[in-house]
Nanobody, 116 residues
Framework: QVQLVELGGGLVQPGGSLRLSCAASGFTFVSYSTRWYRQAPGKERELVASITSTGGSTNYADSVKGRFLISRDNAKTTVYLQMTNLKPEDTAVYYC?????????WGQGTQVTVSS
């Protein structure tokens, strides 16, 4: 059974940090690129960050460059999103995605709220 389980969301003050994790199981994780998306209320889902299957290349949305860092540990089949200097506009449900040419898997999402 394929699973992507996100953890680490919560309430944080502006300027604070959070680390999201996404534990994968049920498929060959090392063969998949992984991405973090987010969706704020009333807005479309947007791509936040991506990392290739080997971890050799990463990309970020302009809105999070220099503040967020995506990484993965293939031995632990886990992808991470380290978020620093959080802003109220980062408030959203964050989703983990594992993608290959033949399959596309999603986690259930974790809520991140940035508020004082």
């Amino acid at each position: 059974q394929v699973q992507l389980v996100e953890l680490g969301g919560g309430l944080v003050q502006p300027g604070g940090s959070l680390r999201l994790s996404c534990a994968a199981s049920g498929f060959t994780f090392v063969s998949y690129s992984t991405r973090w998306y987010r969706q704020a209320p009333g807005k479309e889902r947007e791509l936040v960050a991506s990392i290739t299957s080997t971890g050799g290349s990463t990309n970020y949305a302009d809105s999070v460059k220099g503040r967020f860092l995506i990484s993965r540990d293939n031995a632990k089949t886990t992808v991470y999103l380290q978020m620093t200097n959080l802003k109220p506009e980062d408030t959203a449900v964050y989703y983990c995605n594992a993608w290959s040419l033949v399959n596309d898997y999603w986690g259930q999402g974790t809520q991140v709220t940035v508020s004082s």
